[in-house]
């Protein structure tokens, strides 16, 4: 017997197919990314080494490219469970907790009547789209023009207008010889209790549902209209918005408001964002956040929530920031805890106050809601500022009733290794609240439960630490490279090509850089001096009084041009060994994601390879031999040997005592 194709649909949208394939398979994770659902691992219909087993979670199929199995759930576990079509149906009802409906020869009919009902409310979304266009429709047009909805953007949506008549839409349909019970079925019109005295008046007859308002279309995951919601024009009506019934087509509970857009954006990497209404889901779009979705006039549902993680790992929460929506906000905090997992979360994008999402981009444009978006909390914090906020902690008693309330709303976790992050992150907050910041020796703050170094001074706020862009060792063979030539012009002309294709880490460097090449063919004797006019001494002195710039033989010997030739060769080449090693673990890091292989280890291998080659040096070696003094610091040989000579000379040892 057929089973009615609302069930399958019902079915295929709670299953998660990645958790039903993952029973049986190993994910490749080096190939598959789980944050988009897209899942690799090795066929389990066909032996194989490699993953060419693909599922794509979010559309709820996979393909074998070696097998070429394919199909969905039910397919799979049909083929893994050597089961038959319905026993495969059950296996996964009692997952998701949907109950099997009776196989009866009716299933056929309600299948039908399902269809029926389809199309009784797409033809009320052209009726409406059509009134939205006459004169009645006239004070509907302004209001979407105020709200900034374009024509486009109106015919992109399907938004009509339902005029304020009992029987406007029954009228149409009645012209159209559809049966008055499918209309009230669907849930466009109204059949009136008997003791309904203003019913009784008009003789019982249905009356259309929606009424001087905005209608907007409600679809399901594959964009079949099921249902309308309306916006009142009136603002004394009693509820601004109506969305309608429960019924065969429409489950409040199980839908969201743009779903089928929504989906197929997140799918393509754009974040799923949860709105409260039809209108700011409609702004967001519109403005570029095409994966909005928002709930149906109800508080967010578990089923809501699970749909939501099909789409999308971690969606954000947009909430309008008045007290209604923080409390909201803490409602789908506690239906979320006993539900999260490893990669399925949710975060808090809070708008500012008395401001909803429509609101932001309106004002301040897209770029302000990307700002609140990328600053979106993650849950723990928010359930700390529910738990901390406007709370005073002066007792053990009140802090004890703290860590009890804490503890309380951690246990209600499932994933135990959730529940341990959610625990470490509650005490490290828990320290900065009951043991702040104080005062230590200088002036500067420091944690009691820990120690640490005062805060930067201003002078190293500009020291070489803070002010290079790239690793210290580049910047200070920058300056070796640097004061070499300004101490050896002669050698501009030879290295003008290796000094021009430096990118230099420092805007000192760069400014001296430029100095330098002006001077390459007309490198004057005295071009310190010169450079030292042009820019201020300062900037002279700075890079000269590098500990690393003193000690450097061609800077020591300043008459041996061909040693500081050599010198530079060898720090050139050190500087873009260093270099070209970061810019293959960058890319390295790029390409690693996708897929490691024997040629991204050979690359990495080569990289350090040349840079140990140059870190040793070459032709231009420094030849010289060090001694270590008692201190530490390296002397040369050769000067430590003139020094004693020179000691001995003058009457005192080494050990500064006289000589007997």
Sequence with gaps: MSLPPGFLDELRTRTSLAQVVGRKVSWDMRKSNQGKGDMWAPCPFHQEKTASFHVDDKKGYYYCFGCHAKGDAI???RETENVGFME????????????????????????????????????????YRLQLKTAQGAAARDYLDRRGLSQEAQARWGIGFAPDA??????????????????????????????DARTRRDGGKPYDRFRGRIIFPIRDARGRAISLGGRALDPNARAKYLNGPETTLFDKGRALFNLDQARAAAGKGQPLIVAEGYMDVIALSEAGFTASVAPLGTAITEDQLRLMWRISPEPIIALDGDEAGLKAAMRVIDLALPLIEAGQSLRFALMPEKMDPDDVIKAEGPAAMQALLDAALPMVRLLWRRETEGKVFD?????????????????????????????????R?????????????????????????????????????????GEVEEVLREAVILATLITHPGLLERFEAALERIDMATD?????????????????????ARIEAEAGPHLVEKLFGFNHVRISPALRRPDDSELAALCLAEELAKLEANR?????????????????????????????????????????????????????????????????????????????????
């Excluded at 907790?97 to 399902?114: K, M, S, W, Y």
């Excluded at 230590?440 to 862009?469: I, N, Q, V, Y």
């Excluded at 991204?600 to 870190?615: D, I, V, Y």
């Excluded at 010289?624 to 005192?652: M, P, W």
């Design 88 to 127: 495969a149906i059950e296996i996964l009802a009692r997952e998701v907790g949907l109950q099997v409906p009776e196989r009866d020869p009716r299933a056929q009919e309600q299948a039908d009547r399902r269809s029926e009902l389809q199309q009784v409310v797409e033809q009320a979304v052209q009726f």
């Design 508 to 528: 000192d460097h760069r400014a001296l850089q430029r100095m330098l090449l002006a001077h390459a063919h007309d490198p004057a004797a005295d071009l310190r």
């Design 395 to 427: 007792s053990p008693e009140r802090r004890a009733t703290l860590d009890r309330d804490l503890r309380s709303v951690i246990r209600r976790i499932t994933d135990a290794s959730i529940r341990s992050h959610y625990g470490s992150e509650i005490n």
């Design 580 to 660: 070209g090693a970061r810019r293959e673990v960058a890319e390295a890091e790029g390409d690693i994601d996708a897929l490691a292989d024997e040629g991204l280890t050979w690359r990495l291998g080569e990289a350090a390879r040349a840079r140990e080659a140059a870190s040793r040096g070459g032709a231009g070696e420094d030849k010289t031999h060090y001694d270590r003094a008692d201190n530490g610091v390296l002397i040369a040989r050769e000067e430590k040997d003139r020094l004693e000579a020179l000691l001995r000379e003058i009457g005192f040892a080494r050990d500064g005592r006289e000589p007997h």
């Design 75 to 77: 397919s799979f576990v």
């Design 429 to 469: 907050l828990r320290r900065e609240l009951f043991s702040p910041p104080r005062s230590g020796p200088g002036g500067f703050t420091r944690g009691p439960w820990r120690k640490g170094p005062p805060p930067a001074l201003s002078e190293t706020k500009t020291s070489l630490l803070a002010t290079a862009s």
């Design 166 to 195: 009992r029987h406007a839409l029954l009228g149409h349909f009645r012209d159209k010889g559809v049966e008055e019970a499918l209309v009230v079925e669907a849930g466009l019109a109204i059949k009136p209790d008997d003791d």
